[in-house]
């Protein structure tokens, strides 16, 4: 008899999701589904604003990567607007978005993905939690709050506040950077890269603990997507689009980000609210791509700055040098890299000459119809595309998110985790960690506008081929 | 003088979610600038960093499970309940738990809650929550005079 596992919700996640297992006959997997059960009418909501409150309106999705939203929306203003936005509000905008990189990346590497790491798989579910790394890492866990808070406090002294920052704005941003704020910010940036790059070490030296999970956390070959400089280098906030294939031959090269829809496309599919993007020449769903810190690194052809530079050339051994690294497992190894180049970024731009420039903002009226604002996100691409009416009111707005690009690989990815961990029907807690796990590579953001309740006990349950639940554990 | 902190959490365009960000908006006004108050969507581990170096830390939040408008407050302790860190976004007690655990130092913490109607997006209160905002806020500042960090009080201190 077929059997369907499911469980229900997905722990150390944003939002409401569940994974079913669906096994044959025999108890093999036959398919696993990554459903995500929450719908989102966010893009609704935004109809009829007015165009300049949207950078403050869609940063309100999300209470980890607000800066995301905030820079993609302005992005898209400033296109409606039609500036230009000063080239030092550029230069601020990119700071604070590598002040929350860091923050992010440190949240998922520390907070949420330590507890497997550290303490194993096969760990006692009551240990592997991060209580479990407090105990057994308690320097480690300090590093990992400091890094966070650290980009925290740069977005706070930047923005006025640490959360949803209205500084910046359509047009560039609305006060220039003081003196005394960059005196503030420098030495902590300079003590985060310290701690990046003392972790950095420490996790290279782990990565041989986790070979059967390397081989196995969704490693298969697909496209990857994100931006790059004109000289293909790292970019996060500007740049063009670049997807390559699975041996790294590149598909799609300077892409200008209004053209986007010209290798995006989205499907739905009846199990899941989460939109299904893929690279249009593909087709669905052979366009799957994955986007985020792993596809970022691929995708580029260096860092730009010295130490990222070194580690991409590590990261970049980890598959011989034989093209792009595919396991999700890496993506943790290329969220440190990007932490490190992130802090190095973030040094380069505040020593530059004319950082303190009062000239921050270009101001207009709505002089366009449509706008589309493009940055990398923590977790990937991010995308804002919006329509006004001649009063400037918005009629129209689609937000495609990091988490939604890596949909396919996410459901790719399960179902890999759970063909090696599940032989002829046995279901053991070790499997549904790792199923759990592969998730959390991609450090998935479902529903940031949730209201967290604070516990999110792991259900899991065992039906038949026919719906009825023949069996169900509820842990946490 | 001690130090206190005042967190008020949520989500600001959840409707009822946003109580908490509501009455620290109003707060900053009310209390003395040397009390740090803050915002944000969720609690997350850094602000633990925060309150180990604090005397006094409130939350303010919205909750389910009783009449909307409720008001409930309590000082809360560390926490055993370890799914509690199987979220982005920890709560008070695991905070505490945190703060405790990697700092040595646990200060006094307390919790206001009012219990939400909504949760559908909105960035408006409704009505039984808005009434409970003057009541919350009174009794905030309360706690502040019982603990000597009235704004007349931090005055006379500096």
Not at chain 1, 327 to 332: G, L, V
Request: contains cysteine; charged residues 25%.
């Amino acid at each position: 008899m077929s059997r369907t596992i499911e469980i229900d919700p997905v722990t150390r996640i944003e939002g409401h999701a569940r994974i079913t297992i669906k096994l044959d006959d025999g108890g093999n997997v036959d398919d696993a589904l990554f459903h995500v059960t929450q719908f989102r009418g966010f893009e609704k909501f935004c109809e009829g604003r007015p165009f300049p409150e949207m950078p403050s309106l869609t940063a309100r999705t999300c209470g980890i990567c607000p800066v995301s939203h905030l820079m993609a929306s302005s992005k898209a203003c400033d296109k409606i607007m039609a500036v230009d936005i000063p080239p030092v509000a550029k230069k601020l905008r990119r700071i604070m978005n590598f002040a929350q990189l860091t923050q992010s990346h440190a949240l998922s590497f520390f907070h949420l993905s330590s507890p497997d790491m550290l303490l194993g798989w096969d760990c006692d579910p009551a240990k592997r939690n991060v209580f479990g790394v407090i105990v057994e890492f308690p320097d480690l866990a300090k590093m990992g709050i400091r890094l966070r808070q650290i980009g925290q406090s740069i977005i706070a002294i930047l923005g006025n506040k640490r959360v949803h920052p209205a500084w910046m704005v359509p047009g560039g941003v609305n006060a220039p950077l003081t003196e005394e704020k960059r005196s503030q910010i420098l030495p902590m940036a300079e003590e985060a890269l310290e701690l990046a790059l003392k972790t950095f070490e420490w996790y290279k030296g782990q990565t041989s603990n986790f070979a059967e999970e390397i081989e196995h956390f969704a490693n298969f070959p697909s496209m990857y997507m994100g931006l790059v400089t004109e000289d293909g280098e790292l970019e996060h906030y500007d740049g063009f689009l670049r997807v390559i294939d699975h041996a790294g031959k590149i598909l799609h090269d300077k892409v200008p980000t209004d053209n986007y829809k010209d290798i995006v496309g989205e499907a739905v599919e009846d199990f899941s609210y989460m939109k299904f993007p893929y690279y249009k020449p593909m087709g669905y769903p052979q366009g799957m791509y994955r986007v985020g810190p792993l596809a970022r690194l691929n995708v580029c052809d260096k860092c730009g700055t010295p130490k990222a530079d070194a580690a991409l050339a590590e990261f970049r051994a980890l598959q011989n040098n034989s093209g792009p690294v595919t396991s999700s497992f890496h993506y943790h190894y290329a969220r440190l890299i990007e932490i490190i180049f992130a802090l190095e970024k973030m040094l380069e731009l505040l020593r530059h000459d004319d950082i303190l420039s009062d000239h921050v903002r270009a101001r207009a009226r709505g002089n366009r119809s449509r706008g589309i604002g493009i940055a990398e996100a923590p977790r990937g691409t991010l995308i804002h595309d919006y329509e006004v009416d001649e009063h400037c009111q918005m009629t129209k707005a689609n937000l495609i998110i990091a988490t939604g690009h890596n949909n396919l690989a996410m459901n790719a990815g399960v179902k890999q985790v759970a063909q090696h961990w599940i032989k002829d029907g046995k279901i053991e807690e070790h499997m549904l960690n790792r199923v759990e796990a592969v998730i959390r590579c991609y450090d998935p953001c479902l529903s940031c506008a949730t209201h967290a309740m604070g516990k999110m006990p792991l259900h899991i349950q065992l039906t038949d081929a026919s719906g009825k639940v023949i069996d169900e554990m509820t842990r946490g | 003088m001690k130090r206190a902190l005042i967190i008020g959490f949520g989500s600001e365009i959840r409707g009822d979610d946003a109580f908490g960000p509501q009455i620290a908006y109003q707060l900053e006004d009310l209390v003395h600038p040397a009390i740090q108050v803050e915002t944000c969507q969720g609690l997350t581990p850094d602000i633990a960093l925060t309150m180990s170096e604090m005397d006094l830390v409130i939350f303010i939040d919205c909750a389910v499970g009783h009449e909307p408008g409720v008001i409930n407050h309590k000082e809360i302790h560390t926490s055993d309940d370890k799914s509690l860190s199987m979220v982005h976004f920890l709560s008070p007690e695991s905070l505490m738990t945190w703060c405790g655990s990697l700092y040595g130092k646990l200060p006094e913490a307390h919790v206001f809650t009012v219990t939400g109607k909504c949760y559908e997006i909105s960035d408006n209160l409704t009505e039984p929550v808005q009434q409970a905002v003057p009541r919350v806020i009174e009794q905030v500042l309360n706690l502040l005079d019982e603990h000597g960090l009235s704004k007349q009080e931090v005055l006379s201190h500096a």
